[in-house]
């Protein structure tokens, strides 16, 4: 019999280690190969270690970052929940101390016609949990463990916040100097309208020609009023992220915009503790840990110590006055036999919700190198684009001189004249679309390393 129980007691202490261990982060073998050769750089500095401000220097859109932060009402919800996280970590805390209770009654009773007695009850009573198997202990680690998934959260909303808003600016900035080209071309078109009708009184041009150029003048002011439209509905849409009614954005141009000339990623190793969604789910995988150590704690035993002292008149069988003191201490153990297999299945619940938090956790790492690899190609990529299209429309601005030259001065055909301006118009328009793709290349990366907050 002794064999016995000294071998449940080994095997109840072994199964016990597990219940008090603490979470360590798992060897995450990716974490050293999230970057491509292409772009990653063995310089452990890293852009997300600037501040927003310190990156976007635009007055008016750091001004604009702040109205957010101080507004916006995915923020105030994240901060909020970091609130609720606290408090439920001060109740685990809380949950070590013993409990308290005041239970003061008192009874008027009478028999037939005998005199009624009058009987009191002036107590308070206690009761202590004490944790020998980890289950307060694990509560208290998960709820610490759930505070810093929701302070990871908030970060998380954070800089996607400041990327959003920075992304909005600069999409306006675009869409202005979109509008001032094609405004301009709108006006050049209203010019070429007139010459040709000009010409045609002259004999030296078509009707073909004078409608040529009025379809061409007609389009491009469909395109004014789309950009207005876009720009209208993108000012909108950033009022309401800032939590403003919809208003006009005060805001600069695209042109007196400066961004640093390199970026630098860092290590991939820098993404597990700066990346807040990726601290998030790292947070969500130690609290399935320690939900796992709880299931495990529900089949060891639970011991409570409980007492409670006060002044009664109805001490035992007799009733007297003045009362007595009246006081008691019981301990109790319950130890868990049959629960009809729940506890069983909690365990393999909170086993299999552990793996899934692994899974999601070695995902978000995953996704997070293939975001800073994909924001510093199309940075890259547009910068390279920015040179081509610029010697483009060098080129196209040539072009059109000569071709408005020879139609003055030779018979050559309007229609080529036509071709050339709608050529430079839409190189005009891709510069500043790579320009734009550029900085949102900046801002991708900034926020795929975690920066922003």
């Known amino acids: ?93 809380l949950a070590y101390l013993p409990s308290l209770s005041l239970t003061p009654q008192g009874t008027i009773s009478r028999v ?24 307060l202990l694990n509560s208290k680690r998960g709820a610490q463990a759930a505070l810093e998934q929701s302070q990871a959260y908030r970060q ?36 070429s309208v007139r010459a040709m009708k000009a010409l045609k009184q ?13 379809a061409s003048k007609l389009s491009v002011d469909a395109s004014v009023l789309s950009i207005e439209r876009q720009i209208n509905e993108m000012e909108n849409s950033l009022s309401t992220l800032l939590g403003l009614s919809p208003q006009e ?4 141009t695209l042109e007196s915009q400066q961004f640093p000339d390199t970026l630098a990623t860092g290590v991939p190793l820098q993404l597990l503790n700066r990346r807040p969604d990726v601290r998030q789910c790292e947070a969500e995988l130690a609290v399935a840990y320690y939900a796992t150590n709880s299931a495990r704690s529900a089949f060891y035993p639970a011991v409570t110590l409980s007492g409670s002292a006060g002044w009664t008149n109805a001490a035992g069988a007799a ?35 552990q793996e ?47 071709s408005e030259l020879l139609m003055e001065h030779s018979s050559q055909n309007y229609l080529e004249v036509l071709t050339a301006r709608q050529s430079l118009l839409q190189a005009e328009l891709d510069v500043v679309t790579d320009r734009f793709d550029e900085i949102q290349g900046v801002i991708n990366l900034y926020h795929a390393l975690g920066g922003g907050y």
């Open 249 to 252: 954005i005060e805001r600069s």
């Open 202 to 214: 002259a004999g030296q041009a078509t009707e073909m020609a004078v409608a040529q150029s009025e």
């Open 1 to 93: 019999m002794k064999k016995i129980l000294l071998c449940l007691f080994l095997i109840i202490g072994l199964n016990g280690c597990l219940i008090y261990r603490s979470y360590e982060r798992p060897d995450v073998a990716v974490s050293d190969s999230l970057y491509r050769h292409s772009v990653a750089s063995g310089d452990t500095a890293s852009i997300a270690s600037l501040s927003w401000e310190e990156l976007f220097t635009d007055p008016q859109l750091q001004q604009l970052i702040e109205e957010g932060l101080e507004n916006n009402t995915d923020l105030g919800i994240a901060r909020l929940k970091v609130q609720e996280a606290e408090a439920l970590l001060m109740t685990s805390r």
């Open 319 to 353: 009733i007297t006055n003045p009362g007595q003191w009246l006081l008691t201490a019981v301990g109790s153990l319950i130890q868990p036999l049959f629960e009809r297999g729940s506890n069983i299945a909690n365990l393999r619940i909170a086993k299999a919700q």
């Open 356 to 402: 899934e938090a692994l899974l999601t956790f070695r995902q978000s790492l995953l996704d997070a190198g293939a975001e800073v690899n994909d924001a510093l190609v199309q940075w890259q990529t547009a910068r390279q684009r920015i040179l081509l299209d610029e010697q483009q429309a060098a080129s196209l601005r040539s072009a059109l001189r000569s």
């Open 112 to 135: 037939g016609g005998n005199k009624a007695t009058k009987t009191y009850d002036l107590a308070a009573s206690a009761d202590w949990e004490i944790d020998l198997f980890g289950r």
């Open 156 to 191: 998380a909303v954070q800089t996607q916040l400041v990327a959003t808003i920075a992304n909005s600016y600069y999409t306006l900035l675009m869409l202005d100097q979109q509008l001032d080209i094609t405004r301009r071309t709108a006006e050049t078109w209203s010019e």
